[in-house]
T-cell receptor, first 114, second 113 residues
Framework: NAGVTQTPKFQVLKTGQSMTLQCAQD?????MSWYRQDPGMGLRLIHY???????DQGEVPNGYNVSRSTTEDFPLRLLSAAPSQTSVYFC?????????????FGPGTRLTVL | DQQVKQNSPSLSVQEGRISILNCDYT??????FLWYKKYPAEGPTFLIS?????DKNEDGRFTVFLNKSAKHLSLHIVPSQPGDSAVYFC????????????FGTGTRLQVTL
């Protein structure tokens, strides 16, 4: 199993550009999430999905869109990038989403918005 | 409002000694707590967890203690090894919130020879 994969690893955007961060998992996990990590802030939840076709907002959803058309994929879209979205983005997945379920994280995408 | 706090941004410990990483939380609805370890340029990896109905959970060199009345948990690593050098994140989850983890800001542990 490849686990949770994310592409690209690095990306530089200009303000106003759009892009999609890709996330895929091959563990047949129902639950998937996107976090961003900023210095001194820890990881903050952006959006999450409890299964194909179902998504919901996390703590910092503004400026981001998600969709979940398949169990395997959970892309994160930036419609109009802003410098405040410069961050490291992590995708995570877990089997059932119960309290005791462990989340597995991808390696991250480092995004810089100029 | 930081609901999960790790007040020590960094910690340096000699190899073979005990490392103690601390975490405080404010939300009494949290019922499950986790520690993640993160190396540079990698995603966090799960280390150990504890349910709010327990006060201790042990896994090899790693032990997590939970003091619910004080809303405090700690991670003990004994003995510390150079490979333990990483950033450690405390995370908490509320009942019924599935994937929604609330993370602390992290503590960078350096284990010196």
């Amino acid at each position: 199993n490849a686990g949770v994969t994310q592409t690209p690893k690095f990306q530089v955007l200009k303000t106003g550009q759009s892009m999609t961060l890709q996330c895929a998992q091959d563990m047949n996990h129902e639950y998937m999430s996107w976090y961003r990590q900023d210095p001194g802030m820890g990881l903050r939840l952006i959006h999450y999905s409890v299964g194909a076709g179902i998504t919901d907002q996390g703590e910092v959803p503004n400026g981001y869109n998600v969709s979940r058309s398949t169990t395997e994929d959970f892309p994160l879209r930036l419609l109009s990038a802003a410098p405040s979205q410069t961050s490291v983005y992590f995708c995570a997945s877990s089997y059932s989403g119960t309290s005791r379920d462990t989340q597995y994280f991808g390696p991250g995408t480092r995004l810089t918005v100029l | 409002d930081q609901q999960v706090k790790q007040n020590s941004p960094s910690l340096s410990v000699q190899e073979g000694r005990i490392s103690i990483l601390n975490c405080d939380y404010t939300n009494s609805m949290f019922d499950y707590f986790l520690w993640y370890k993160k190396y540079p340029a990698e995603g966090p990896t799960f280390l150990i967890s504890i349910s709010s109905i327990k006060d201790k959970n042990e896994d090899g060199r790693f032990t997590v203690f939970l003091n619910k009345s004080a809303k405090h948990l700690s991670l003990h690593i004994v003995p510390s090894q150079p490979g333990d050098s990483a950033v450690y994140f405390c995370a908490a989850r509320r009942t019924g919130t599935a994937s929604k983890l609330t993370f602390g800001t992290g503590t960078r542990l350096q284990v010196t020879l």
